[in-house]
């Protein structure tokens, strides 16, 4: 799977497999979204590799297990984000060059306990108020 930012400066390819495919609904996905849920698919970390340019990061220094944001530093595009604690790279779904074929469809909602009355979750899709129980 290829995808890139919305200039083009950033590009990236995924070439592990998913261990998750979700749409998140968590305040923070919320803020970075544009106010929906955050559609993204986690795969692990050696299965994924910037393969031009050098996205910009962010993480917040105010809170505990602060995740690391990666993003175009020319149009802002929010690419992936990094998680302290796993080490799996969250991909978002909308960077990806094929999302329809490449991601196919959330398999869960999480964070459910943030959603908006305007947010939309398909028939059916497993949710959880945080995150499901490892298994």
Not at 22 to 38: D, K, M, T, V
Not at 62 to 77: L, S, Y
Not at 95 to 124: C, E
């Amino acid at each position: 799977m290829k995808g890139r930012c919305y200039c083009g400066e950033v590009q990236y390819e995924v070439t592990g497999k998913p261990v998750m495919k979700a749409q998140c609904h968590c305040r923070e996905c919320q803020y970075l979204s544009g106010g929906g849920p955050n559609f993204f698919m986690a795969v692990p970390n050696d299965g994924f590799r910037i393969t031009k340019g050098t996205p910009r990061t962010f993480t917040r220094s105010d809170i505990p297990d602060a995740r690391t944001r990666q993003f175009c530093g020319t149009c802002g595009t929010h690419l992936t984000t990094l998680l302290p604690s796993r080490p799996v790279t969250i991909v978002k779904i909308g960077t990806l060059d094929d999302p329809a074929t490449d991601y196919g469809g959330p398999s869960l909602a999480i964070f459910m306990k943030d959603t908006q009355p305007f947010h939309m979750v398909a028939d059916g899709l497993p949710c959880f108020q945080d995150l499901p129980p490892r298994a």
